[in-house]
């Protein structure tokens, strides 16, 4: 599975942004690593639903996230075809301060991220050393375990 961010060709950046990732979450269901390969990036209905979706920036929201030391405080509105408008505000992105995931959640989202570079065995070796990370008497054990092993390309010239 190739990583879309590092492929993505001059005047692609705006696949990272907000449009992307709402077009994103709405089409696929979620919005985790596996939604920024290659395939995710370009899903024509992903793209499509992009070019109607629009972001500003607001600055109350961008002052109280500083004030309350708050992870992207937001303000949603969807307009439907017929006309109707919902709005929602929400305080705090999942995962700041205020709202933290929980351990299962970090544990999901460890998982999700390593197995991309990692293999599953050695992904789930890295959980139990961070479970114990406190009783660890050298951090260098989670850092060989993080590390991907790359297979040698041997030249038979």
């Not at 985790?32 to 109350?60: C, N, W, Y």
């Not at 002052?63 to 929400?90: C, M």
């Not at 999901?108 to 065995?121: D, I, R, S, W």
């Amino acid at each position: 599975m190739k990583c879309g961010i590092l492929n993505l060709a001059f005047g692609e950046t705006k696949l990272l942004r907000m449009e992307y990732c709402v077009a994103a979450a709405l089409v696929l269901g979620c919005l985790g690593i596996a939604q920024f390969t290659d395939e995710a990036l370009f899903h024509p209905e992903v793209r499509r639903l992009m070019r109607r979706v629009s972001s500003k920036g607001d600055p109350a929201l961008e002052e109280l996230a500083k004030k309350e030391n708050l992870l992207a405080p937001s303000k949603v509105k969807v307009i439907l075809n017929d006309g109707r408008e919902f709005t929602q505000d929400v305080p705090e992105a999942r995962g700041g301060p205020a709202e933290p995931l929980s351990w299962e959640e970090l544990e999901k989202k460890l998982l999700e991220c390593t197995g991309q570079v990692l293999p599953a065995n050695q992904a789930q070796k890295a959980l139990g050393l961070i479970r114990q990370l406190e009783e660890l008497d050298n951090i260098a054990l989670l850092t060989d375990v993080l590390t991907p092993r790359r297979q040698l390309q041997v030249s038979t010239r």
